[in-house]
């Protein structure tokens, strides 16, 4: 696990992002990794934003984790700043070697640096061992998440 280096992805991860994000049952059904532009796009504008910090799990040159910290200001908690973490994926030749865990870490360390009060983050219904992954990290599963496509 210490060759593994976790850092701010640039534009050239993409691809690698990309298929990690389309590598799984529910990600096959939503990711198109065979048209990038809207992946470029998207990237350039979370890479302009201070608030947002997609992260690349670097092996040899190869993107292996990703994830996606998103800080939100906000007025409730006397003005408390949430972080919120997203699209975590790990490969699956790392599955099971503690990189899920060490990625989440690393963004809650990212968390604490930034004076957050709070971080939180979403899982599927159908992920019960993402659920279970999250619990084992100390997360409680303590709200109702909606949502509503556009």
Same mark, same amino acid.
């Given at each position: 696990?210490?060759?593994?280096?976790? #850092? !701010?992805?640039?534009?050239?991860?993409?691809?690698?992002?990309?298929?990690?994000?389309?590598?799984?049952?529910? @990600?096959? /059904? !939503?990711?198109?990794?065979?048209?990038? #532009?809207?992946?470029?796009?998207?990237?350039?504008?979370?890479?302009?934003?201070?608030?947002? $910090?997609?992260?690349?799990?670097? #092996?040899?040159?190869?993107?292996? *984790?990703? =994830?996606?910290?998103?800080?939100?200001?906000?007025?409730? %908690?006397? @003005?408390?700043? %949430?972080?919120?973490?997203?699209?975590? #994926?790990?490969? @699956?030749?790392?599955? *099971?070697?503690? $990189?899920?865990? !060490? $990625?989440?870490?690393?963004?809650?360390?990212?968390? !604490?640096?930034?004076?957050?009060?709070?971080?939180?983050? /979403?899982?599927?219904?159908? %992920?019960?061992? =993402?659920?279970?992954?999250?619990?084992? $990290? @100390?997360?409680?599963?303590?709200?109702?998440?909606?949502?509503?496509?556009?």
């Amino acid at each position: 696990m210490d060759e593994i280096t976790i #850092r !701010r992805a640039t534009a050239d991860d993409i691809p690698a992002i990309v298929a990690l994000l389309a590598d799984d049952e529910l @990600g096959a /059904t !939503r990711e198109s990794p065979d048209d990038l #532009r809207p992946y470029q796009a998207a990237f350039a504008e979370l890479d302009a934003d201070p608030h947002q $910090l997609l992260v690349a799990a670097d #092996r040899d040159g190869e993107v292996v *984790g990703t =994830a996606q910290l998103t800080y939100l200001p906000g007025l409730s %908690r006397k @003005g408390a700043t %949430r972080a919120q973490i997203e699209a975590v #994926r790990v490969s @699956g030749t790392e599955r *099971g070697s503690g $990189l899920g865990s !060490r $990625l989440i870490e690393w963004c809650v360390d990212r968390a !604490r640096e930034h004076h957050c009060a709070l971080v939180q983050l /979403t899982s599927d219904v159908t %992920r019960l061992d =993402a659920h279970r992954f999250y619990e084992k $990290l @100390g997360f409680q599963a303590t709200h109702i998440g909606f949502k509503l496509p556009l």
